[in-house]
């Protein structure tokens, strides 16, 4: 008999801001239909950190990977504005339009991630404007190779370019096609899915479709979540 897996999620992102003006409700029901697949899916211990301010948000994401340290799988979404000051940061409700250090590090939060990701294998997923520069900040996690530790992620644009949530849609163009397709599965499939085959067959959708940006993926050397399979298909 399989052993029962254990699965934990953080839910970030906002739909609003410090300045109104970045105020966008698309934002939070994408964030709604994500947190509820992950449930629907995984049932995993979830903490959702949506439309909160930056004081005591690096705590509350570093005590809630502590707690669950143990998990067989952590995922992390993010779905908001991406703001590109120099480096990227990810926005919250204390986000304006001027002042990047009320946004959320990247940078800061990967170094939180890094710290467990030698044990336990996390999925990002992060649906925003210039993601793709999360690259940089990934490198090598595990020693030896380990598909069952490290960082995988999938990020909705490269690093120079922006992605699509319109304000009057239920969904962003990213997390939409992602959810289609994890709903769906593949035809030609016979197994669960790694997040590699869903990523790879999402690229196909876009491509196929006409859509863009065309989403990216990278992950830690030495270890690879992006090889289990994970999803049901």
Same mark, same amino acid.
């Given at each position: 008999?399989?052993?029962?897996?254990?699965?934990?999620?953080?839910?970030?992102?906002?739909?609003?801001?410090? %300045?109104?003006?970045?105020?966008?409700?698309?934002?939070?029901?994408?964030?709604?239909?994500?947190?509820?697949?992950?449930?629907?899916?995984?049932?995993? =211990?979830?903490?959702?950190?949506?439309?909160?301010?930056?004081?005591?948000?690096?705590?509350?994401?570093?005590?809630?990977?502590?707690?669950?340290?143990?998990?067989?799988?952590?995922? @992390?979404?993010?779905?908001?504005?991406?703001?590109?000051?120099?480096?990227?940061?990810?926005?919250?409700?204390?986000?304006?339009?001027?002042?990047?250090?009320? %946004?959320?590090?990247?940078?800061?939060?990967?170094?939180?991630?890094?710290?467990? =990701?030698?044990?336990?294998?996390?999925?990002?997923?992060?649906?925003?404007?210039?993601?793709?520069?999360?690259?940089?900040?990934?490198?090598?996690?595990?020693?030896?190779?380990?598909?069952?530790?490290?960082?995988?992620?999938?990020?909705?644009?490269?690093?120079?370019?922006?992605?699509?949530?319109?304000?009057?849609?239920?969904? %962003?163009?990213?997390?939409?096609?992602?959810?289609?397709?994890?709903?769906?599965?593949?035809?030609?499939?016979?197994?669960?899915?790694?997040?590699?085959?869903?990523?790879?067959? @999402?690229?196909?959708?876009?491509?196929?479709?006409?859509?863009?940006?065309?989403?990216?993926?990278?992950?830690?050397?030495?270890?690879?979540?992006?090889?289990?399979?994970?999803?049901?298909?």
């Amino acid at each position: 008999m399989n052993q029962k897996k254990n699965y934990a999620a953080i839910i970030l992102g906002a739909s609003e801001y410090a %300045s109104e003006c970045l105020n966008n409700e698309t934002f939070k029901s994408t964030a709604g239909h994500f947190a509820a697949y992950l449930k629907k899916t995984f049932h995993p =211990a979830i903490k959702n950190l949506f439309n909160r301010k930056i004081d005591g948000l690096y705590e509350e994401i570093k005590n809630f990977i502590d707690d669950n340290a143990d998990t067989d799988v952590f995922f @992390l979404y993010y779905v908001g504005h991406g703001i590109n000051d120099e480096d990227l940061y990810l926005g919250t409700a204390s986000s304006n339009q001027s002042d990047s250090f009320r %946004s959320l590090s990247l940078k800061e939060l990967v170094k939180i991630i890094k710290k467990y =990701a030698g044990s336990i294998p996390f999925i990002l997923i992060i649906d925003c404007c210039y993601s793709g520069e999360l690259s940089k900040h990934i490198t090598t996690i595990v020693k030896e190779k380990d598909h069952e530790k490290g960082i995988s992620v999938i990020c909705a644009a490269t690093a120079d370019k922006r992605a699509v949530c319109k304000s009057y849609s239920d969904c %962003s163009q990213f997390t939409g096609e992602l959810l289609d397709l994890l709903n769906t599965g593949i035809k030609y499939k016979n197994r669960n899915l790694s997040l590699n085959d869903v990523f790879i067959e @999402l690229r196909t959708v876009f491509r196929k479709k006409g859509l863009k940006p065309i989403p990216v993926a990278f992950t830690s050397q030495g270890g690879n979540p992006s090889l289990i399979e994970l999803f049901p298909n």
